[in-house]
């Protein structure tokens, strides 16, 4: 498919294409944002740790008050139909639920029905020279609500945050809140101390990202230290390894934070013995946690 236009989508149960794909003007989730989202990975047309994804859906369904619209059932057999409409092995699946369409106020009007939006897209996955070289991140304080475990729609503080880094030509926006890592625009962070992962503790502040409990896995798989605390920036700026991990970017080593380079010695700079085993461990997941 040469254009996002031709892409396969579901709008309310009805199959089209994502150029024709039409909601109303007065849907909350485009009034107000007022709406939660997912985005599964797709290898070999087989979707990667679906349960999780769909679990975390539930959570922010459930955060913001809304039932959710189908059962497991449904939303597998809506996202293998999606999949079964492209021609590539590997893509991703976009999900989003909206309150529905009423008029406009505050106040959550009861009984409405959900807007339920599905697209498949072909994956892109992280170049190779980045994948070689490593990401560049600054940091920013983060200004965004409270409520960062809820994976909402209401996107517009994340995407002045990665804005930011685009500004200065980097690929992510890391966050801090109060002088300690959150976590960055569109990824979980990850450093690296001593030959352990150390990430942020589970907040309101913090998306659950899937991959926090696959990392888990991994770091037992290999036998590293893996643990969840409060993270200084003191302590991300001289950290032996800086990563990143989300849906899009797998796991994604950051090589220079705030334009100077991460890590020590000779590997300053450089992708780190830690990220290049998890990312290899992570190849070898994805065909035995998909379905």
């Not at 944002?33 to 679906?50: A, K, S, T």
């Not at 939006?117 to 609500?145: K, N, Y």
């Not at 989300?246 to 010695?265: I, N, Q, Y």
Request: overall charge negative; charged content about 25%.
């Amino acid at each position: 498919m040469n254009h996002w236009t031709e892409l396969p989508c579901m709008l309310n149960g009805e199959p089209c294409l994502l150029g024709e794909a039409k909601v109303s003007a007065m849907d909350r989730g485009f009034l107000f944002g007022d709406g939660v989202y997912e985005m599964v990975p797709v290898y070999q047309r087989r979707l990667f740790r679906v349960d999780a994804h769909l679990a975390r859906l539930q959570h922010s369904l459930a955060a913001v008050k809304m039932a959710s619209p189908m059962e497991r059932d449904g939303w597998l057999a809506l996202m293998r139909g999606l999949v079964q409409r492209l021609p590539d092995t590997d893509q991703w699946v976009y999900l989003q639920v909206t309150r529905g369409v009423a008029m406009r106020d505050h106040v959550m009007p009861q009984g409405l029905a959900p807007t339920v939006f599905a697209f498949a897209m072909p994956q892109r996955p992280v170049p190779a020279e980045l994948r070689h070289q490593g990401a560049s991140c600054i940091t920013a304080r983060d200004f965004r609500w409270e409520r960062g475990d809820i994976k909402s729609t209401s996107l517009l503080g994340n995407v002045l945050a990665r804005q930011m880094s685009a500004d200065h030509e980097a690929q992510e926006t890391i966050l801090l809140r109060d002088g300690f890592l959150t976590e960055a625009s569109s990824s979980n962070v990850w450093m690296v101390k001593d030959g352990a992962l150390i990430g942020p503790p589970r907040s309101e502040h913090v998306l659950e990202g899937v991959r926090i409990e696959l990392m888990r896995e991994l770091c037992e798989e290999l036998g590293l230290g893996f643990n969840r605390r409060p993270i200084s920036e003191s302590e991300l700026i001289t950290a032996d390894e800086i990563m990143l991990s989300s849906a899009t970017k797998e796991v994604l080593a950051v090589t220079r934070l705030d334009h100077e380079p991460v890590g020590h010695g000779a590997l300053r700079g450089k992708p780190g013995p830690v990220y290049a085993r998890l990312y290899e461990a992570y190849q070898r997941a994805k065909p035995l946690q998909s379905l």
